[in-house]
């Protein structure tokens, strides 16, 4: 197999499980009366999609923590645990992801006297 199969296998794979986290993040934080019955359904019904992706190893670090954060996700279907506190648990993870993702992103250079020195 060649390297632009994998590549596009992992980039499927990726946006898969973006999908699938912005799906449920979406859902919990928007829907009003949810139970754990419906929470249950729409993770089955994710996974559906996500399962039609071959699954692939994923190396770096922010794929991987989202990798983790779905597993817990679907992990929750099998468990008795409140609603409300699933829901608490599962939209901090993701704003810590997030988090992390953004500070790799975006660096505050505003307070680097070395951008300005030009300007002097």
Do not use: P
Request: glycine letters at 2%; hydrophobic letters at 30%; a positive charge.
């Amino acid at each position: 197999m060649g390297k632009q199969e994998d590549n596009a296998k992992r980039l499927r794979y990726i946006r898969a499980l973006e999908r699938f986290h912005i799906g449920m993040v979406n859902y919990l934080s928007k829907v009003d009366d949810i139970t754990k019955e419906k929470y249950d359904k729409k993770v089955l019904n994710s996974k559906k999609l996500l399962d039609r992706c071959e699954k692939i190893q994923l190396y770096k670090g922010e794929y991987a923590s989202l990798e983790s954060l779905i597993t817990k996700i679907i992990s929750e279907v099998d468990k008795e645990n409140d609603i409300e506190e699933i829901k608490k648990d599962i939209l901090y993870q993701s704003n810590q992801l997030q988090k992390s993702i953004n500070n790799r992103k975006y660096k505050k250079d505003k307070h680097q006297n070395s951008k300005f020195n030009d300007w002097e």
